[in-house]
């Protein structure tokens, strides 16, 4: 696919099947634009270059606000640039004014294929088939090629976690640059990571129990159990032995009922049906 067929004008009467269909098949840039914006002049040549030298592995769709304000209008456009990526006939992601190519190229390269993640899709199948030695071997040569594509890490480490090799899992972890930590499943990955190395540390779950059903107010025991259970992907009942903890006593080892809730709260994330059932459980205690 040559410039001329992955760069055009695009207008009300054709977005639809110039930008939403398309995006089924291949990411579209959708650059909104006026003519008197001097951030848009700086703008323009550069996605054009880019979409020239990415050689149709992208689609540059070009709207002159001005001439298409319904247009602007359906899309929330408030300020000039405005750049909107569009994926499965949705927006994935976007940004406003003129970026430096750089942050640009990380944009796009987030969203586009890659052949790391064709190795991801065979290492998830060949799990799915039970062959767990053959997905880390494909995860291994994944990130081996593409040593700073995120997800290839993250397939990794929760492999590596799932599989008891927490030390693995760290490696890969804490290796992470800093402004990669605030990822959700970065942040749900530790939190599963603490569990599983305090649960490889602590006694048996059986035993837990018994410690507990002989003293409720046995907190270690509880806090142990509920990082055995939470290691073991029991989430409701992990997170009744952190409450009964928080509930007993807060000053307990520096409040871990409730930062063991919060970590539950990170690996299932904040719109899960029993994180919010917490959060209610939760909240007479903290004032």
């Not at 002049?41 to 001439?67: C, N, S, W």
């Not at 410690?211 to 029991?234: H, K, Q, V, W």
């Not at 009744?240 to 006593?249: G, R, T, V």
């Amino acid at each position: 696919m040559n410039q001329s067929s992955s760069v055009f004008e695009v207008t009300a009467d054709n977005f639809d099947t110039e930008v939403l269909e398309k995006s089924r098949r291949v990411l579209v840039v959708a650059d909104f634009w006026a003519a008197w914006c001097a951030p848009c002049r700086v703008l323009m040549p550069l996605l054009q270059k880019l979409a020239e030298e990415y050689q149709g592995k992208f689609l540059l769709a070009k709207i002159d606000t001005d001439q298409q304000q319904d247009l602007a209008a359906r899309w929330g456009i408030r300020s000039l640039p405005t750049v909107k990526l569009f994926k499965n006939g949705r927006v994935v992601d976007e940004f406003l004014g003129a970026l430096p190519e750089s942050a640009i190229r990380s944009l796009l390269d987030r969203h586009l294929p890659r052949a790391s993640d064709a190795m991801r899709e065979a290492a998830r199948a060949a799990l799915q088939n039970g062959d767990r030695a053959q997905a880390l071997a494909l995860l291994h040569k994944a990130l081996a090629g593409d040593p700073e594509h995120l997800p290839v890490k993250l397939d990794l480490a929760d492999l590596l976690i799932s599989g008891g090799d927490v030390n693995g899992a760290e490696k890969f972890l804490k290796e992470l640059p800093f402004q990669q930590r605030g990822d959700k499943t970065v942040k749900a990955l530790l939190a599963r990571l603490e569990f599983a190395r305090t649960a490889q540390s602590a006694p048996p779950a059986a035993d837990l129990a018994k410690r507990i059903a002989a003293n409720p107010e046995d907190l270690e025991s509880r806090y142990l159990f509920g990082a055995t259970l939470a290691a073991a992907g029991s989430y409701a009942d992990a997170m009744e032995q952190f409450f009964a903890i928080m509930k007993h006593n807060r000053r307990f080892n520096d409040d871990i009922g409730r930062r063991s809730l919060i970590s539950v709260f990170e690996t299932l994330g904040n719109d899960h049906e029993l994180v919010q059932q917490y959060r209610r459980k939760m909240a007479p205690l903290l004032y």
